[in-house]
């Protein structure tokens, strides 16, 4: 498992529920951008969860940021694409090894161990994710989310064009952006069963919850408090990335 800390103020969370699942045998690389602080944080939590979860924690810059830490990884922002364009490239170099990788962003949060759910799509020549959603929470049919992805060594052709084209539009170029520009509608078997932050909603849809993401939604903490996701251990590192207090 593999994720970006673009929302780092929530890494602890993110942790916290993992080890209250039955079952989770992934280990997890911390994939995010900031300083020896931030660094140490993310290893204080590592260590905080070390007797049932194997965390590593890397960083994608050590040089002076040319913004305010707690802005890091801002929506749309320079370092946030900076993320994006990394993020393909390790997809990229982990599946021509022949390994699968499942990358999510930290406001993903897992609910049940996802195995079950991603047996189906083990062997995919695509990418898999779920379906988008606006800011009401409508369905944007045929848009993908990469808020949470698998990618497999058979998906390797199209991770390749995919990062082909990525780096071919520049450093500010949007991961999902592009991606959609190619693939948008691709394959009902490149969309994940629906879930999103109405339990209900999921409940009546008839898929298995396993996963809730508030993407696209103004306050993503108070969206996983009101689901009763919001369970930080207390090693906090919630004055990092948390302008998304109140931002998508």
């Not at 905080?48 to 749309?76: D, Y």
């Not at 982990?94 to 759910?117: C, K, M």
Request: hydrophobic residues 40%; aromatic residues 12%; contains cysteine.
């Amino acid at each position: 498992v593999i994720f970006d800390m673009h929302t780092m103020c929530m890494l602890d969370n993110y942790i916290n529920n993992i080890l209250q699942i039955q079952g989770w045998r992934y280990p997890i690389v911390a994939v995010g951008i900031g300083s020896d602080e931030i660094l140490e944080v993310c290893n204080r939590i590592a260590r905080f969860a070390a007797k049932q979860v194997v965390l590593h924690c890397l960083r994608t810059r050590t040089f002076p940021m040319a913004i305010p830490e707690n802005q890091s990884g801002k929506a749309l922002s320079s370092d946030y694409h900076q993320i994006g364009h990394l993020k393909t490239e390790l997809m990229e170099f982990s599946t021509r090894l022949g390994v699968r990788v499942f990358f999510t962003d930290t406001d993903n949060v897992f609910v049940s161990e996802p195995s079950g759910v991603f047996a189906h799509y083990l062997e995919s020549t695509q990418i898999v994710t779920p379906t988008d959603r606006g800011f009401g929470g409508e369905k944007l049919v045929g848009m993908h989310n990469l808020g949470l992805v698998l990618a497999t060594p058979a998906a390797h052709p199209q991770i390749r064009q995919w990062m082909n084209k990525l780096q071919r539009s520049g450093p500010e170029s949007w991961d999902q952006g592009t991606f959609n520009t190619l693939f948008q509608g691709e394959g009902n078997d490149s969309f994940l069963p629906d879930y999103q932050f109405d339990k209900s909603g999921l409940q009546k849809e008839g898929h298995p919850v396993f996963a809730i993401h508030c993407y696209w939604i103004v306050d993503k903490i108070g969206c996983l408090k009101q689901l009763s996701l919001w369970k930080p251990s207390g090693v906090k590192l919630h004055k990092y990335g948390c302008m998304y207090d109140g931002q998508w």
